[in-house]
């Protein structure tokens, strides 16, 4: 492994379930030496499964399996002074510390940053948490559910307008938490010296969410207007075609929204007559007219399959696709042929299963190579004549991590801006290439500042493109391209989201920009990657989480998918491609060399899927979709529950039997509660629903707020769940600055997302997504010279444009 991205890095984790195991994976999956410190009983996810034949056990655990391979284990009682030494010793040499430990718990233990940052100055702590280190729920519980509803995700985007929020089937906010503290903590290790010190990297998942997902669309016109919209259940509000309609052997994912999509949609039909009205060229009155339009377009996919559909419409260049199952996707050939999918031999297990890693470097592959470890396996290995080394007075950092890093971003959309934008909040100096002879349809999206429209005036686009820069190309002129690589030339990293092929049509591809810059890292992000049976298939990011079985575990449990009503997979790509980029930028660092590197979007969202992806392969069981219910069904209750007011509800997730003592205590403890069908923890995941029926009726009386702080108190993991308009005013967001109010250039003030995840000692600038060629005189004129004369005849000729 001396060639892999990380070799040499030391990560120490004290982490359990899905977010730390998952964020260390990554460092562990190209090349870091991963230690993970588990207790006595081991990591709560031995006890989660899926298991083999549904029998449990504690090696065998499928989704352990998963998120645990590449690492080394280590039994220690954190609790106990003497344990609690060795661990320290381990930090003392580590590069990276990854946990997802109560903040209360870690001053408690003498861990926190003040004390390991004393005992070692370089170190970059990664704390992964639902709510953060700071403000008023840091040291409350919370588990997926509680994160995720906590941002307004399902409130917004999921469920039916009449029923209860919903969330993805599977750990949403944890696997994006720990896509996100990856991406931080690598960038924060790798900028040490710049830094001069090291960081503590405090990721909250429910903040990642709530900022990336749910406020980049929502939280301007909610400051500005008081508007904001709420779960449809249907699919694009304000858009049309854009929501999953039934066929003859499933679903599939409808979408088409730019003209020459929908006339594509029409041709694949056999261009019916109804879809002839001019008034249906535009995607807003569409919209307008949905319930006209989405029988119709029923009536036709039902006498077709899902890939018949797909086929059709892709032909066509409608960016319409099949919504896979989970079977589909575990057998799929273009996932085959990428080889997506690993098998590894295990002492418990014996040969298995598991993803491979989500971004591809072609110089340093990356992946499992070894499997998950049995509990306490290194133990002695890794103890045995260790010492702590001397510590030095710790430091205070200096400058932002990625300080001097120049990246040419080509992104496009939603996730090309927030790649660029991750590397950006940390310190990068980011051009996003764009042009005025075809203006990005983010820019086109209302709500616009001050009510007027305007692509540089787009609140939504301000937010997501927060941190880039702009420079106007025309890049379909010969000249614009000539400058297009002459600003490569004096970049460290290219990123793009075309399909395969477009760069290279432009003159811009790998080998063309290897040529002005051999060291270059280029980031391409096609929906389904760079090669394979699908590489040309076209997505938008809500339509591509259905060809990786996300959307086949979406909606209420035994219902049909429930369209999520945005795009996950969009800000999630974005910080996974920044990933792959700092992951290249590690290598080069350490051989000298550049490379390509091939990010397939479906590959990023494989992992969420983890947990049912592991059950098909373990006990070839599909799994459908499950509400809000637990993954893996080892916890009870699991749900939201009604409360007093419209549309108001509680999160409640009880995984051990303290809290269901303190959750009955709460309740009154009600005759029902001492039921033989509710005497332990397989009974009530046994009677769930039962369970949460009984609950739903005790909670429907009370505020959210108040009976959240009420169950806190007693133990249990509950919290209210929030709509867009509580983003804004919720003091766990306003403690932690999270949407601020920013002077736009043009004139008027926006409320956009900050910096989601805080680091120590500094903080990066915010400011709006960039007015149209904002920077184009500090980079012709400035950057690379081009004199004042020139630059007037390349903006009349429309070659800067």
Same mark, same amino acid.
């Given at each position: 492994m001396q060639d892999a991205a990380l070799a040499g890095m030391r990560v120490v984790e004290l982490g359990s379930g899905v977010a730390a195991p998952f964020c260390a994976k990554l460092f562990g999956d190209f090349g870091a030496d991963v230690v993970k410190v588990e207790g006595p009983g081991g990591d709560v996810s031995r006890s989660w499964g899926p298991f083999p034949g549904d029998r449990p056990h504690p090696e065998k655990s499928g989704l352990f399996f998963c998120l645990n391979s590449n690492k080394r284990s280590v039994s220690l009682d954190v609790g106990g002074a003497a344990d609690r030494e060795k661990l320290l010793d381990l930090i003392s040499r580590a590069d990276l510390f990854v946990e997802d430990v109560a903040p209360r718990q870690m001053r408690e233990w003498g861990l926190d940053w003040k004390t390991l940052s004393a005992v070692n100055p370089d170190l970059v702590m990664i704390s992964i948490t639902p709510f953060g280190q700071t403000g008023p729920y840091a040291d409350w519980k919370g588990y997926d559910l509680n994160s995720f509803h906590f941002a307004a995700a399902g409130h917004r985007y999921c469920g039916r307008p009449d029923e209860s929020p919903l969330k993805h089937g599977t750990f949403s906010a944890s696997f994006f938490g720990g896509y996100v503290a990856a991406t931080w903590g690598l960038a924060a290790a790798a900028g040490r010296e710049r830094a001069g010190s090291g960081q503590h990297v405090d990721v909250s998942c429910a903040e990642v969410v709530a900022a990336l997902f749910v406020g980049s669309q929502n939280? +301007? =016109?909610? #400051?500005?207007? =008081?508007?904001?919209?709420?779960?449809?259940?249907?699919?694009?509000?304000?858009?049309?075609?854009?929501?999953?309609?039934?066929?003859?052997? =499933?679903?599939?994912?409808?979408?088409?929204?730019?003209?020459?999509?929908?006339?594509?949609?029409?041709?694949?039909?056999? *261009?019916?007559?109804?879809?002839?009205?001019?008034?249906?060229?535009?995607?807003? $009155?569409?919209?307008? &007219?949905?319930?006209?339009?989405?029988?119709? !377009?029923?009536?036709?996919?039902?006498?077709?399959?899902?890939?018949?559909?797909?086929?059709?419409?892709?032909?066509?260049?409608?960016?319409?696709?099949?919504?896979?199952?989970?079977?589909?996707?575990?057998?799929?050939?273009?996932?085959?042929?990428?080889?997506?999918?690993? @098998?590894?031999?295990?002492? #418990? !297990?014996?040969?298995?299963?598991?993803?491979?890693?989500?971004?591809?470097?072609?110089?340093?592959?990356?992946?499992? /190579?070894?499997?998950?470890?049995?509990?306490?396996?290194?133990?002695?290995?890794?103890?045995?004549?260790?010492?702590?080394?001397?510590?030095?007075?710790?430091?205070?950092?200096?400058?932002?991590?990625?300080?001097?890093?120049?990246?040419?971003?080509?992104?496009? +959309?939603?996730?090309?801006?927030?790649?660029?934008?991750? !590397? #950006?909040?940390?310190?990068?100096?980011?051009?996003?290439?764009?042009?005025?002879?075809?203006?990005?349809?983010? /820019?086109?999206?209302?709500?616009?500042?001050?009510?007027?429209? %305007?692509? @540089?005036?787009?609140?939504? &686009?301000?937010?997501?493109?927060?941190?880039?820069?702009?420079?106007?190309?025309?890049?379909?002129?010969?000249?614009?391209?000539?400058?297009?690589?002459?600003?490569?030339?004096?970049? *460290?990293?290219?990123?793009?989201?075309?399909?395969?092929?477009?760069?290279?049509?432009? &003159?811009?591809?790998?080998?063309?920009?290897?040529?002005?810059?051999? %060291?270059?890292?280029?980031?391409?992000?096609?929906?389904?990657?760079?090669?394979?049976?699908?590489?040309?298939?076209?997505?938008?990011?809500?339509?591509?989480?259905?060809?990786?079985?996300?959307? $086949?575990?979406?909606?209420?449990?035994? +219902?049909?998918?429930?369209?999520?009503? &945005?795009?996950?997979? @969009?800000?999630?790509?974005?910080?996974?491609? #920044?990933?792959?980029?700092? !992951?290249?930028?590690?290598?080069?660092?350490?051989?000298?060399?550049?490379?390509?590197? @091939?990010?397939?979007?479906?590959?990023?969202?494989?992992?969420?899927?983890?947990?049912?992806?592991m059950d098909y392969a373990m006990n070839g069981r599909v799994a459908g979709p499950i509400g809000n219910r637990h993954p893996l069904a080892a916890a009870a209750p699991h749900e939201l529950f009604r409360c007093a007011g419209e549309d108001r509800w509680i999160a409640i997730a009880v995984h051990g039997e303290e809290e269901w003592r303190g959750l009955v205590a709460t309740m009154g403890d009600p005759l029902w509660a001492r039921t033989p069908e509710f005497a332990s923890a397989e009974r009530r995941i046994a009677n769930i629903d039962t369970l949460h029926e009984r609950i739903g009726e005790w909670t429907r009386d009370f505020d959210d707020t108040a009976l959240a702080e009420e169950l806190q108190r007693s133990g249990v993991a509950a919290t209210p769940v929030l709509g867009v308009a509580d983003l804004l005013t919720h003091p766990q967001f306003q403690a932690r600055g999270t949407f601020p109010e920013v002077a736009h250039p043009l004139g008027f003030k926006e409320t956009l997302y900050g910096a989601y995840v805080k680091l120590s000692g500094v903080a990066p600038p915010v400011r709006p997504g960039p007015i149209m060629g904002q920077d184009n005189d500090r980079v012709f004129k400035e950057l690379l010279g081009i004199s004042d004369g020139d630059v007037r005849r390349l903006v009349e000729e429309q070659v800067i444009f």
């Open positions: 939280i +301007g =016109g909610a #400051a500005q207007d =008081g508007v904001f919209e709420k779960r449809s259940g249907v699919g694009m509000p304000i858009a049309a075609p854009g929501t999953i309609l039934p066929c003859r052997d =499933g679903y599939v994912w409808m979408m088409a929204l730019e003209p020459g999509q929908w006339n594509g949609l029409r041709r694949a039909m056999g *261009d019916p007559e109804w879809a002839r009205v001019e008034l249906f060229q535009d995607m807003f $009155s569409r919209a307008q &007219n949905a319930d006209v339009i989405y029988p119709l !377009l029923e009536q036709w996919t039902a006498s077709h399959s899902k890939q018949e559909i797909m086929d059709l419409c892709q032909a066509e260049g409608c960016p319409t696709t099949a919504l896979f199952s989970v079977a589909e996707v575990a057998e799929h050939p273009h996932l085959a042929a990428r080889e997506a999918f690993v @098998d590894l031999e295990h002492a #418990a !297990l014996g040969t298995q299963r598991t993803l491979s890693a989500p971004v591809r470097l072609p110089d340093c592959r990356g992946g499992p /190579r070894r499997a998950a470890p049995l509990l306490g396996e290194h133990t002695r290995a890794v103890l045995d004549g260790l010492e702590r080394t001397a510590a030095c007075a710790p430091r205070e950092p200096r400058a932002l991590p990625l300080a001097g890093l120049r990246v040419a971003n080509f992104g496009w +959309g939603w996730l090309g801006p927030v790649a660029g934008q991750t !590397l #950006a909040l940390l310190g990068a100096e980011v051009y996003k290439i764009e042009s005025r002879a075809r203006i990005d349809i983010t /820019r086109t999206i209302p709500p616009f500042g001050g009510g007027i429209s %305007d692509p @540089d005036r787009s609140l939504q &686009n301000h937010a997501s493109w927060a941190g880039n820069g702009s420079v106007t190309l025309n890049l379909k002129k010969e000249e614009a391209q000539q400058l297009a690589r002459q600003l490569v030339a004096e970049s *460290d990293v290219v990123f793009e989201n075309f399909g395969p092929g477009v760069m290279e049509r432009l &003159n811009l591809g790998y080998e063309a920009l290897r040529a002005v810059r051999p %060291d270059i890292v280029m980031v391409s992000a096609p929906a389904a990657g760079l090669f394979g049976p699908l590489k040309e298939i076209r997505t938008y990011g809500m339509s591509l989480s259905s060809i990786t079985g996300l959307d $086949s575990l979406t909606g209420y449990c035994g +219902g049909p998918p429930i369209p999520m009503e &945005n795009a996950f997979a @969009d800000p999630l790509g974005g910080v996974v491609a #920044a990933l792959g980029a700092l !992951l290249a930028l590690e290598h080069r660092r350490r051989s000298g060399r550049g490379q390509h590197v @091939d990010f397939s979007q479906q590959e990023g969202i494989l992992p969420m899927v983890a947990p049912a992806l």
